[in-house]
């Protein structure tokens, strides 16, 4: 059974940090690009980062670049999402994902491009 499970959301104040992690069971998830999106009440779902699949190769959302840092675990079938310099428009319900591009190297932040989903954990900005 395929799944992915996030932890590491919580409350925290304008310019903190937090790390997020995506534990995935039930398949190699190592073949697969890894992304983190997020969604806000009554908006879109929206892509932060990811990671391909071979050599670790990042993309990140421009409200994220230069705050956030996505890495991953091969070997404990995780990735994470380092978050530091929190704003007031971060909060969100952040999921993590999987998918698969032909081209390992490559991943991309079209959320029809992962077809596997954690439930998500919810990150809080408040003073």
């Known amino acids: 059974q395929v799944q992915l499970v996030e932890s590491g959301g919580g409350l925290v104040q304008p310019g903190g940090s937090l790390s997020l992690s995506c534990t995935t069971s039930g398949f190699r998830s190592d073949f697969y690009a890894i992304g983190w999106f997020r969604q806000a009440p009554g908006k879109e779902r929206e892509g932060v980062s990811c990671i391909s699949s071979s050599d670790g190769i990042t993309t990140y959302a421009a409200s994220t670049k230069g705050r956030f840092t996505i890495s991953r675990d091969k070997a404990k079938n995780a990735g994470y999402l380092r978050m530091n310099n929190l704003k007031p428009e971060d909060p969100a319900v952040y999921f993590c994902?999987?998918?698969?591009?032909?081209?390992?190297?490559?991943?991309?932040?079209?959320?029809?491009?992962?077809?596997?989903w954690g439930q998500g954990t919810q990150v809080t900005v408040s003073s």
């Open positions: 994902a999987t998918g698969y591009y032909t081209d390992s190297q490559r991943c991309d932040l079209a959320v029809n491009k992962y077809a596997n």
